[in-house]
C-alpha cells in the first residue's frame, strides 16, 4: 500500500515556527485532497488543514487560520505545514494524509475520507 513519510517535528519555544513535510513512498496514486491533522494526549484528532491537489485550494479551521499556511509541491507529490507563531496548545502529533476518495473534496475537515497516514510527527511547544 501507498505510504507517507513525514519530517520536520520538534521543539520550538512559543511564538516561534516549524515546517513540516510530507510525501508518498512508492508510485504515485490518486489523491484529491492532502491535509494535516493533528491529536494531543487525552484528545480526539482534530483537522488542522487540507488542499485540494487540483487547483491548490486551502482550509483551515479557525484555530490555526492566520498562522499555519498548507502548501504543495506537485512535482514531488510533497505538502508542507509552515507553522507560524506557535501556541503552547499546538503541541500534538501531527499527521499528514492523503485521500483518493472524491468526497474529500467536499469533506476535507473529516479524518474519515483519508486513506493514507504518515506515522505522525511530534510538536512541542514550550513557553
Known amino acids: 500500500q501507498a505510504q507517507l513519510v513525514e519530517f520536520g517535528g520538534g521543539l520550538v519555544q512559543a511564538g516561534g515556527s516549524l515546517r513540516l513535510s510530507c510525501a508518498p513512498t512508492?508510485?504515485?496514486?490518486?489523491?484529491?485532497?492532502m491535509g494535516w491533522f493533528r491529536q494531543a494526549p487525552g484528545k480526539e484528532r482534530e483537522f488542522v488543514a487540507a488542499?485540494?491537489?487540483?487547483?491548490?485550494?486551502?482550509y483551515y479551521p479557525d484555530s490555526v487560520k492566520g498562522r499555519f499556511t498548507i502548501s504543495r509541491d506537485n512535482a514531488k507529490n510533497t505538502v508542507f505545514l509552515q507553522m507560524n507563531s506557535l501556541k503552547l496548545e499546538d503541541t500534538a502529533v501531527y499527521y499528514c494524509?492523503?485521500?483518493?476518495?472524491?468526497?474529500?473534496?467536499?469533506?476535507?475537515?473529516?479524518?474519515?475520507?483519508?486513506?493514507?497516514w504518515g506515522q505522525g510527527t511530534q510538536v512541542t511547544v514550550s513557553s
Open positions: 494524509a492523503a485521500a483518493s476518495n472524491y468526497r474529500a473534496h467536499v469533506y476535507y475537515a473529516s479524518s474519515i475520507y483519508y486513506d493514507y
Open positions: 512508492g508510485r504515485t496514486f490518486t489523491k484529491y485532497v
Open positions: 488542499i485540494k491537489w487540483s487547483d491548490g485550494s486551502t
